[in-house]
């Protein structure tokens, strides 16, 4: 089952989002690795029972290796991202991607070198130009 990228992340509680993130990170993980993965180590039960719940709602899924069950993401890794930002952006900055390239671009907080500043650039350029296009239609 996929999900949407509309519901990639909004039905996901916090402790789920961190579980989430750890399969993200390693791509997939066994219960016992995902409990190690997490700040206030819960107890096994408790992360079991949270990749059931994300298993019946389509986030995750498992297999079998050996004796283990074995958990990976059935969500796209950039669909996940995505809406992972958004949720940044609006509870953090309003809604507004400006103000979040904004803090992104403040020295004090991110370097950001002069190529990868060329390159945002660049990006910025082609996001007018087919915006642009797009309006003409």
Same mark, same amino acid.
């Given at each position: 089952?996929?999900?949407?990228?509309?519901?990639?992340?909004?039905?996901?509680?916090?402790?789920?989002?961190?579980?989430?993130?750890?399969?993200?990170?390693?791509?997939?993980?066994?219960?016992? +690795?995902?409990?190690?993965? !997490?700040? =206030?180590?819960?107890?096994?039960?408790?992360?079991?029972?949270? #990749?059931?719940? *994300?298993? $019946?709602?389509?986030?995750?899924?498992?297999?079998?290796?050996?004796?283990?069950?074995?958990?990976?993401?059935?969500?796209?890794?950039?669909?996940?991202?995505?809406?992972?930002?958004?949720?940044?952006?609006?509870?953090?900055?309003?809604?507004?991607?400006? +103000?979040?390239?904004?803090? !992104?671009? =403040?020295?004090?907080?991110?370097?950001?070198?002069?190529?990868? #500043?060329?390159? *945002?650039? $660049?990006?910025?350029?082609?996001?007018?130009?087919?915006?642009?296009?797009?309006?003409?239609?």
């Amino acid at each position: 089952m996929r999900i949407s990228k509309k519901t990639a992340d909004a039905d996901l509680s916090r402790r789920e989002r961190q579980i989430m993130d750890i399969l993200f990170a390693r791509g997939r993980a066994t219960g016992q +690795e995902i409990q190690e993965g !997490l700040a =206030d180590k819960p107890n096994y039960s408790s992360v079991r029972t949270i #990749l059931r719940v *994300l298993e $019946r709602k389509g986030f995750v899924r498992h297999f079998e290796e050996g004796l283990r069950y074995v958990y990976e993401p059935t969500v796209a890794r950039e669909a996940a991202s995505r809406s992972a930002l958004q949720r940044i952006i609006r509870t953090f900055f309003d809604g507004s991607a400006k +103000e979040a390239v904004a803090a !992104l671009l =403040d020295p004090s907080a991110f370097h950001v070198s002069e190529e990868e #500043l060329k390159e *945002l650039a $660049r990006m910025i350029d082609v996001s007018k130009r087919d915006r642009a296009k797009k309006e003409r239609k």
